[in-house]
């Protein structure tokens, strides 16, 4: 099992960024293929994007050319740089992991999750 932690949410104003951290502790990190989901209110918990050990990565449409995920397997961490901010952005972000390394991200299935960061979007 991997524990998660978020951080890096906020209130922020259209067109501008903001970068969501997660930090990773427990098993093995580096294989794992490592996400982002958010959630708005009254909403389902939607995938944002995913990458793999390699760091290759896949997106959701509504945040191509927005948002850039990424790791850091020496410091246990994945990010979330979101820049262009749309108040549809808004959300609570979770970061996940994925317990099935070396698989299509398009098949991204969550097995562990953090807590979540709330990011606010006014316009």
């Known amino acids: 099992q991997v524990q998660l932690v978020e951080s890096g949410g906020g209130l922020v104003q259209a067109g501008g960024s903001l970068r969501l951290s997660c930090a990773a502790s427990?098993?093995?990190?580096?294989?794992?293929?490592m996400g982002w989901f958010r959630q708005a209110p009254g909403k389902e918990r939607d995938f944002v994007a995913a990458?793999?050990?390699?760091?290759?990565?896949y997106y959701a449409d509504s945040v191509k050319g927005r948002f850039t995920i990424s790791r850091n397997n020496a410091k246990n961490t994945v990010y979330l740089q979101m820049s262009s901010l749309k108040p549809e952005d808004t959300a609570v972000y979770y970061c996940?992991?994925?317990?099935?390394?070396?698989?299509?991200?398009?098949?991204?299935?969550?097995?562990?999750w953090g807590q979540g960061t709330q990011v606010t979007v006014s316009s």
């Open positions: 996940a992991a994925d317990k099935v390394p070396g698989k299509p991200l398009v098949m991204f299935r969550p097995s562990s």
């Open positions: 427990g098993r093995t990190f580096s294989n794992n293929p």
């Open positions: 990458i793999n050990w390699s760091g290759d990565t």
